[in-house]
């Protein structure tokens, strides 16, 4: 980099907080991954529908992957400590905790993004409502959805009498995950910088992970106090809204790397758009336990009248425009692998549903349909649930592991069709020979047959860059930004730009219509079984 000499050791990290695993990963100044350390934590399931997760076991799950991380660079001769100039946070969006602001403590579990219990407050609001299911969209750009964190957060409110003390006396603290880390890591209730001098933790989100509440304006990125009111949500529970590239705060002690800055926070998904390098008219579809659609639309905000999430994409700086995104998010993908392995036991491991896959030349006329907790963009029904049809004797585990995955694409083509309508020719950039090219990302893009399938269902190439986990680089990206580490030029230039990997597509038009076809008729098939008798 321009300025600085390549003998110093300098180095930008990322904490990745997803739904089922921490990871924190360290970069040197070319923005490669020179360590990395990866850790699975409890899902709790208390009943049909409900997700939870253990705000402290999150936290101890950071300082474990930090550790771990320091120890395997300094294996290999890194002096990472010394050379660190700044942390970035992405996170699993809209997952809700609520604490106490005198003892530092959760007054809940965690209420994860997939969480379906609030799905009769959502009836009550839209019955209560004027606008009804979109009364909040002009505002927000999301639809009333038990997905996003303003419900969980009423949930707790109305049903967990520690969360209603707290609230009462003015001692409860509002966050999603990147808050919760953030306040845990600046320092909490007793926290001190490495010269014993106190630290306060900050209560802070950034603007992504802020646009997932439903209670941020779009356009002022502030909270809005009509969505407030309406929904009798106290504004002094939440947290300051800020960009995604600024310095936050320093590391306190009691966790690895104390006096280090933490410079940039994203949402997972932002963060992936970001190590993405998608700019306007640029889209990426990140594949993990869901899968989330992405489209770059400048510096406007775009409403979706196809089924849509308008969000933040990202915002690089807080005196720098915002770039907004068409977003369309659904909530099972990946999951479906795992509950292959976990629940029926058909895979002993991820990575062996793509030989099991492969063992057959097609699904044999099987779709399946993962709406285990209902079905998010473009359909919005969390009524649905989860079906496979078609089956005869015909049908071997193989052509139900292969279903799974083109049930991932499938959903995929759903997000992508609707964004072809709403950002219409102008609002995509084409490569040279004219073509939408989709970018990839996540763990299950390693899986060759699903990035393969995804092309031929989509009928355009899909791009998997050298570097998978681009979330992690993009909360990279912004804290090396912030901390002076990288310009925005040279981020958006590409810093190691390696081989990509191009999927063409090898189906007909006819063939691939025909399955499209079938894919609809088995979703239609899904609606309307969440009262299903036990």
Same mark, same amino acid.
């Given at each position: ?21 921490? !990871? ?80 530092g403590l959760p007054l809940y579990n965690a209420i994860v993004w997939? #969480? ?89 989100? #950034? ?9 941020m304006n779009l356009k002022t990125l502030d909270w809005d106090k ?212 989709? !970018? ?15 092309? #031929? ?11 998978i986990e681009t979330t992690a680089l993009g909360a990279a990206y ?57």
């Amino acid at each position: 980099m321009a300025g600085k000499e390549e003998a110093e050791e300098v180095y930008v990290a990322s904490i990745d907080q997803g739904t089922t695993s921490t !990871r924190f990963i360290v970069y040197d100044r070319h923005a490669r991954p020179v360590a990395s350390h990866q850790l699975e934590f409890k899902q709790h399931y208390p009943e049909a529908g409900w997700v939870e997760h253990d705000p402290m076991e999150i936290i101890d799950s950071v300082k474990t992957c930090m550790a771990a991380t320091l120890d395997k660079a300094a294996a290999n001769g890194l002096n990472v400590d010394a050379g660190l100039k700044a942390i970035g946070i992405t996170n699993q969006r809209e997952t809700t905790v609520m604490w106490s602001k005198s003892t530092g403590l959760p007054l809940y579990n965690a209420i994860v993004w997939m #969480d379906v219990r609030t799905s009769s407050i959502c009836r009550r609001l839209e019955s209560e409502l004027s606008g009804g299911r979109t009364h909040f969209v002009e505002t927000c750009g999301l639809p009333i959805s038990t997905y996003f964190s303003a419900l969980k957060l009423l949930w707790l409110m109305e049903n967990v009498d520690a969360v209603k003390d707290a609230v009462q006396a003015g001692d409860a603290l509002f966050g999603t995950i990147d808050t919760w880390l953030i306040w845990n890591l600046t320092g909490g209730i007793r926290g001190k910088d490495t010269d014993g001098k106190e630290l306060l933790g900050q209560h802070v989100t #950034d603007c992504s992970n802020a646009s997932r509440t439903m209670l941020m304006n779009l356009k002022t990125l502030d909270w809005d106090k009509p969505t407030l009111e309406a929904l009798g949500i106290p504004a002094g529970i939440l947290p300051k809204i800020i960009s995604n590239s600024e310095k936050i705060g320093v590391v306190a002690s009691g966790f690895p790397l104390a006096g280090v800055s933490i410079s940039g926070c994203l949402g997972d998904q932002h963060a992936a758009m970001l190590g993405q390098l998608c700019q306007k008219g640029e889209a990426k579809s990140t594949y993990g336990t869901g899968a989330f659609i992405l489209l770059n639309t400048g510096e406007e905000v775009t409403q979706s009248s196809h089924g849509l999430l308008s969000t933040i994409a990202y915002k690089l700086g807080p005196d720098v425009p915002t770039n907004y995104a068409l977003e369309g998010s659904i909530a099972i993908a990946g999951a479906a692998v795992q509950w292959l392995r976990d629940s029926l036991g058909i895979i002993s491991s991820a990575a062996e549903i793509e030989g099991l896959a492969e063992s057959v030349q097609d699904s044999g006329g099987i779709y399946f349909v993962p709406a285990f907790n209902g079905l998010f963009a473009p359909w919005w029904r969390d009524d649905a649930r989860g079906i496979c049809i078609g089956i005869t004797r015909f049908t071997n585990k193989g052509h139900i592991a292969r279903a799974v995955l083109e049930s991932m694409c499938f959903q995929v083509n759903d997000v992508l069709s609707s964004m072809h309508k709403d950002a219409g020719e102008a609002g995509e950039v084409k490569s040279a020979e004219g073509e939408f090219l989709l !970018r990839v990302d996540g763990g299950a893009t390693v899986n060759n047959l699903l990035m393969q399938i995804q092309a #031929d269902l989509l009928g355009s190439p899909v791009v998997r860059p050298a570097d998978i986990e681009t979330t992690a680089l993009g909360a990279a990206y912004a804290a090396g930004l912030a901390a002076g580490v990288w310009t925005k030029e040279e981020i958006f230039a590409g810093l190691h730009k390696e081989n990509t990997t191009v999927f063409r597509p090898k189906l007909d038009d006819a063939h691939r219509k025909k399955r499209g076809d079938s894919w609809y008729k088995a979703v239609s098939r899904s609606f309307d079984l969440a009262d299903l008798s036990l």
